[in-house]
């Protein structure tokens, strides 16, 4: 299953340290910014699983920044 965000992430340095800490809580997860996008993307692949956009919105969270599914 493929869930994609809007975020406010515009710096690397930030999507690298975001995806690190998604990828601890979601083992196996493929995590992905893309901050070219004009919405500065967040696509995470869990492979089936279903993503639960809440658990995710709290993690960009913690960390100052938003983070909307673009798919609702």
Do not use: Q
Request: with cysteine; aromatic share 10%; hydrophobic share 40%.
């Amino acid at each position: 299953m493929v869930e994609v965000f809007k975020t406010n992430v515009s710096s690397k340095r930030e999507a690298h340290i975001i995806s690190e800490d998604l990828a601890a809580f979601f083992p196996g997860w493929k995590i992905k910014f893309d901050l070219e996008d004009c919405d500065n993307i967040l696509r995470i692949d869990s492979g089936g699983e279903p993503v639960i956009a809440e658990h995710v919105k709290n993690i960009v969270t913690r960390f100052g920044y938003t983070a909307e599914p673009l798919n609702d």
